[in-house]
């Protein structure tokens, strides 16, 4: 198939509102694949002994396989096809949850990017290892370097690995992706919107660098280029998938897109009726051209490709943020339209396909989860927050989420806490959209507050009826599984006897 064609819409694939949040309106195929047939023949000595040398090798290599984690920016849970996009078409993304399984409570450890990405990379909430806010160009902090991350882990085990995209990890040279396990690195320090157009004029920031490993390709990013990262992020990791195809390897593609300002490249622009479907719909091509790779490399059934978003959108922008659906509000609270993001896995060898898994899980989970794959061996000394997630991504009957506490943190410290359907939030303003923006503008935002709280999210995933008055005991209970996550990981003016410090 020629790369980039946009594939038939799976128009039956679905997920609509029911019940704990969204149900595919399908039968899910767990049906396992045949194996393949043994052909009869005899084998002399010396054949038989390569054959025994080449079974080895690809046992071995089954148990390594690739790993592909496209990390999107400000993508909100209703933003792709499996998740109830509307006003244009994600083919490939349907592609990956039909051959895949769709995960819909599916968290991240901030509402923000620093810190969710913090927790991606080291399987731990961000305050375990201190990061409370975001980097920008005058930081001087940086995701410490004697943390684990995924790319270290992985390396472990023989495993090539690249990253093409926005960091935002801290910039100086120690804090960059090169000195946390990453062979290469090509992309941006931090968000595209820290640069000298930025619309607000109470911010004055310099210009945005375009970077290869620690060396500035472009010491000042313009519209122009911004047109072309997501092709650009796309066509390196296709080539790092050519290069390395015989051996296993670890692609790390965190899109800046569909974080404002919006930009979509020529191929894109205008093929629907807003600028943010072009977007989507390009970080869709971006998809398709991965699976197409793997699939001209021979490696794509032993492929794992994880495709999920930062945190929710940023609905301060109006027409140019995306869309939490049934959930409630976006970037930056603690509500679920901030926290859970859609979610698809793929891998034919082990994920059955058509599947859905709505189980809590987060992207704390996908460094233990892939260590445990390899048979990686993690620190003992220090606590990792993520579980071992293969038993949900394998369909095995019975799974349930490894999580019993699950902990919602502002930047200052503990809001809130879920365990299995109950979510308690504590009394907290928060920011909500005054005055939505439009076309790339920013709007207002207004503050509202909220009492100590419980939502049952199995039937209120929108988070509409606190039951808080009728359930004493079900928060007493919660309380005590948040005074567990204080005594351990603390606040940020008061850090835990288990937090551990932020890279100076």
């Not at 058509?354 to 993690?378: F, Q, Y």
Request: net charge negative; proline share 8%; glycine share 10%.
């Amino acid at each position: 198939m020629e790369r980039g064609k946009v594939r038939d819409r799976i128009g039956w694939f679905r997920l609509a509102n029911r019940r704990s949040g969204f149900t595919p309106r399908f039968s899910p195929n767990r049906e396992s694949r045949p194996k393949a047939a043994h052909t009869g023949f005899r084998l002399g000595r010396t054949a038989a002994s390569l054959l025994i040398l080449l079974v080895s090798t690809i046992s071995l290599r089954a148990e390594r396989p690739n790993v592909i984690i496209m990390f999107c920016d400000d993508m909100g849970y209703a933003d792709i096809g499996p998740f109830g996009a509307e006003g244009y078409e994600t083919p490939n993304l349907d592609r990956i949850a039909q051959e895949g399984m769709a995960f819909t409570d599916f968290h991240v450890g901030q509402s923000f990017c620093s810190p969710s990405r913090a927790t991606l990379m080291t399987g731990c909430y961000p305050l375990r290892v201190g990061i409370s806010g975001n980097f920008g160009p005058g930081s001087s902090t940086g995701l410490n370097p004697d943390e684990l991350t995924i790319a270290e882990v992985l390396k472990q085990k023989g495993y090539a690995t690249a990253m093409y995209g926005k960091w935002h990890l801290g910039h100086l040279p120690k804090f960059l992706p090169t000195s946390q396990g990453f062979d290469e690195w090509f992309g941006i320090p931090y968000s595209n919107d820290m640069w000298p157009y930025h619309p607000d004029p109470r911010y004055n920031f310099p210009e945005l660098p375009l970077m290869e490993g620690e060396t500035v390709l472009n010491p000042s990013i313009q519209p122009k280029d911004q047109v072309e990262l997501t092709t650009w992020f796309t066509e390196r990791a296709v080539d790092f998938i050519e290069e390395n195809r015989k051996r296993p390897f670890f692609i790390y593609l965190p899109h800046p897109m569909p974080h404002v300002p919006l930009y979509a490249s020529s191929k894109y622009l205008g093929k629907t009726d807003s600028v943010y479907g072009d977007v989507i719909s390009e970080i869709d091509w971006s998809v398709g051209e991965l699976l197409d790779a793997l699939k001209e490399n021979g490696i794509d059934d032993n492929t794992l490709f994880v495709f999920t978003s930062d945190n929710g959108p940023w609905l301060l922008y109006g027409n140019h943020g995306g869309s939490a659906g049934a959930l409630r509000e976006g970037k930056g609270t603690r509500f679920e339209g901030g926290f859970r993001v859609p979610c698809v896995m793929r891998w034919p060898a082990k994920i059955p396909a058509g599947s859905v898994c709505s189980e809590l899980a987060g992207s704390m989970d996908l460094l233990p989860t892939l260590a445990a794959i390899v048979e990686a061996r993690l620190p003992q000394e220090r606590i990792i927050d993520g579980k071992d997630i293969g038993p949900l991504m394998y369909g095995e009957s019975g799974a349930r989420s490894p999580h019993a506490a699950f902990y919602y943190f502002s930047p200052d410290g503990l809001v809130g806490v879920r365990s299995g359907k109950w979510k308690m939030l504590y009394p907290h303003n928060y920011n909500v959209p005054s005055q939505p923006g439009m076309d790339g503008m920013h709007g207002k935002y207004g503050r509202k507050s909220i009492e100590l709280a419980l939502f049952d999210l199995n039937t209120d995933v929108g988070e509409t009826k606190n039951l808080a008055s009728q359930y004493p005991e079900v928060i007493a209970r919660l309380e005590t599984l948040a005074e567990a996550a204080r005594q351990d990981i603390g606040s940020r003016s008061e850090p835990g006897p288990n937090a551990r410090p932020i890279g100076e």
